[in-house]
């Protein structure tokens, strides 16, 4: 939680044919109020797996795929 990097990974890959986009999404992590409180400083730094759900950060990989 010191440098609150959360992750962004993109990428695009290609063939001659095809163009592959993936990429990392959130949408579907769940928030967690003890850590939005600890962020700006107005609370003590909290243990995530007692604070938060269990979903708190997770991420999806995505892919969009374009026929050239």
């Known amino acids: 939680m010191g440098s609150q ?3 962004d990974y ?9 163009a592959w986009y993936i990429w990392t999404d959130g ?4 928030s967690c109020d003890a850590v939005d409180a600890f962020r700006p400083g107005t609370a003590a730094k ?12 997770n ?10």
Do not use: K, W, Y
């Not at 890959?13 to 095809?18: A, C, P, Q, R």
């Not at 949408?27 to 769940?30: D, L, M, Q, T, V």
């Not at 909290?46 to 950060?57: A, E, H, K, M």
């Open 27 to 30: 949408r579907n992590g769940a």
């Open 46 to 57: 909290p243990s995530v797996p007692d604070s938060c759900p269990d979903n708190f950060g």
């Open 10 to 18: 993109n990428t695009l890959i290609s063939d001659n044919t095809s």
């Open 5 to 7: 990097f959360q992750g």
């Open 59 to 68: 991420t999806d990989i995505f892919v969009g795929t374009a026929t050239l």
